[in-house]
């Protein structure tokens, strides 16, 4: 498998989590989110996942203020799929820095 296949298999994980319309914005803005240079806003990402402009850009900020899936869940599946690749047995050591928490 080359890099592009492995991306792709990877956020093939998160497909389930979304309708049709939003799995394909979240492929894009993932990719997108990964090429972008320097910061990256929706409106940054939004320029490399659709340089044909086929979708609105509002429908970008859509996807997060009023998608229908659950970010707590995207991070689970997230948190399985790196235990699964670097930690297939034994215990898993956390170590958390609240430095950035709003206190």
Known sequence: MNGIENWKGILSSFGFMFT???RE?????????????GRRTITRV??????????????????FREGAWSMSELWRIAAVLLLASFCRRGLVSLLLDDTLLRK
Do not use: K, T
């Open 46 to 63: 939004y320029q490399v996942a659709e340089p044909l402009r086929a979708r609105a850009h509002d429908a970008y900020h859509r996807f």
């Open 25 to 37: 914005i979240f492929l894009r803005i993932s990719s997108a989110w990964a090429l972008v240079p």
């Open 20 to 22: 049709a319309p939003s």
